[in-house]
């Protein structure tokens, strides 16, 4: 069994910043894909971004391209989302997900995923 703690949202300006953590427990990470959903109201969930724990590869969406930033610290079992120059349609319930590394696939659906945060609500205001 694989935990997933999320925290770090709240309200900002834009033009601000947020980072958000998601720390796990149960397992070690090293073949694991780990990426961040985001929902807004009445929307489908999207995925954000997406990285191996092992590194060397990560993705992202058009829209947070330039302004968002994942990473983790292995030392730390915790998972980062940086976001900068937040914009108001960035405002969402983000999740932390995770699950065992398919090799030659790269994951980018809610189905594709096994573990999940319960999510932290980000607002940003106008």
């Known amino acids: 069994q694989v935990q997933l703690v999320e925290s770090g949202g709240g309200l900002v300006q834009a033009g601000g910043s947020l980072r958000l953590s998601c720390a796990a427990s149960?397992?070690?990470?090293?073949?694991?894909?780990m990426a961040w959903f985001r929902q807004a109201p009445g929307k489908e969930r999207e995925i954000v971004a997406a990285?191996?724990?092992?590194?060397?590869?990560?993705s992202y969406a058009d829209s947070v391209k330039g302004r968002f930033t994942i990473s983790r610290d292995a030392s730390k079992n915790t998972m980062y989302l940086q976001m900068n120059s937040l914009k108001p349609e960035d405002t969402a319930v983000y999740s932390c997900?995770?699950?065992?590394?398919?090799?030659?696939?790269?994951?980018?659906?809610?189905?594709?995923?096994?573990?999940w945060g319960q999510g932290t609500q980000v607002t940003v205001s106008s």
């Open positions: 997900a995770a699950r065992p590394t398919i090799w030659g696939t790269w994951p980018t659906s809610v189905s594709d995923y096994d573990y």
């Open positions: 149960g397992r070690t990470f090293s073949s694991y894909d």
């Open positions: 990285m191996r724990w092992s590194g060397g590869r990560t």
